[in-house]
């Protein structure tokens, strides 16, 4: 099992940056894909980027985020990361890290999530 916790939002001005973190808690992080995602008001839930399990670091990202956030992980610490660049006032969001363990389709851990407001 995992626990994991947000930090790292707030308020920015459109075209900066943020750095957000997603500290987890429990055994084997090692073995769960990590995820971000985020919610805007009055959307759904959408997924924003995910890195796989393991030393590899496989990651993917959203089409709307590509270029301009990044995943990433440090297993040692149990720790993920979005670096957030060229922030837009569209990615005003409540941002979420999940955890899926390995193999698995959907995520099965979550976090209370942090929210990134971007002004234009």
């Known amino acids: 099992q995992l626990q994991l916790v947000e930090s790292g939002g707030g308020l920015v001005q459109a075209g900066g940056s943020l750095r957000l973190s997603c500290t987890a808690s429990?055994?084997?992080?090692?073995?769960?894909?990590m995820g971000w995602f985020r919610q805007a008001p009055g959307k759904e839930r959408e997924f924003v980027a995910s890195?796989?399990?393991?030393?590899?670091?496989?990651?993917r990202h959203a089409d709307s985020v590509q270029g301009r956030f990044t995943i990433s992980r440090d297993n040692a610490r149990k720790m993920t990361y979005l670096q957030m660049n060229s922030l837009k006032p569209e990615d005003t969001a409540v941002y979420y890290c999940?955890?899926?363990?390995?193999?698995?389709?959907?995520?099965?851990?979550w976090g209370q999530g942090t929210q990134v407001i971007v002004s234009s």
């Open positions: 999940a955890a899926s363990y390995h193999g698995n389709v959907d995520y099965d851990y």
């Open positions: 429990g055994q084997s992080f090692v073995n769960y894909r």
């Open positions: 890195i796989m399990w393991g030393g590899q670091g496989r990651s």
